[in-house]
């Protein structure tokens, strides 16, 4: 009997991945099966094509940030109130791979005199990025995940020779 039972999981077990791995949404129990069409389980497309820019990029920009980046610092500006947004990017010792990635909001009167301003004038967006973190930090890529597990702010830096898992750290 408890053969039958192991077998009979394994099998709902080997099912539920198939169906994760394919287009249609499935609902199982032992007693029903009913399966849903996948466009009624996902969300409706958007009309803006995701990686679409739909601002001005600054010439030599220390850091590129991706569209849905973008999408998601104009929400943070919207929530924080403010009239400028700006983001203090940075590196400093630690984490797994001897280097991890900071990023916090700042204010105007803390920008230095060396430090590197990407500046997004009509989204009111500033990135600041100091003199001693853009020798690891120019060219990396700023993009944005809404997946559950993972998801947030991610890193692309061309500069890293290796990263750590989490994708917030990194080493030269």
């Not at 590129?64 to 983001?87: G, V």
């Not at 990017?89 to 916090?104: A, E, I, K, P, Q």
């Not at 100091?130 to 061309?158: C, H, Q, V």
């Amino acid at each position: 009997m408890k053969q039958t039972r192991m077998a009979s999981r394994c099998l709902w077990l080997w099912i539920l991945l198939f169906v994760e791995a394919t287009s249609a949404f499935m609902v199982f129990s032992p007693t029903t099966l009913t399966r849903r069409s996948a466009s009624l389980v996902r969300s409706s497309p958007t009309t803006v094509d995701e990686d679409e820019l739909d601002y001005d990029v600054p010439e030599d920009a220390v850091v590129n940030i991706k569209p849905k980046a973008m999408r998601r610092l104009r929400e943070l500006k919207e929530k924080e109130k403010a009239d400028t947004l700006i983001l203090r990017m940075g590196v400093r010792n630690g984490g797994c791979s001897g280097l991890s990635y900071v990023m916090d909001f700042s204010t105007e009167d803390a920008i230095e005199e060396d430090d590197a301003v990407d500046e997004y004038p009509t989204d009111h967006i500033k990135c600041v990025v100091d003199a001693k973190s853009m020798l690891y930090l120019y060219g990396l890529e700023l993009d944005y995940s809404e997946e559950l597990i993972g998801g947030g702010f991610k890193f692309f830096n061309p500069n890293a020779e290796e990263s750590c898992g989490c994708g917030s750290s990194f080493g030269v």
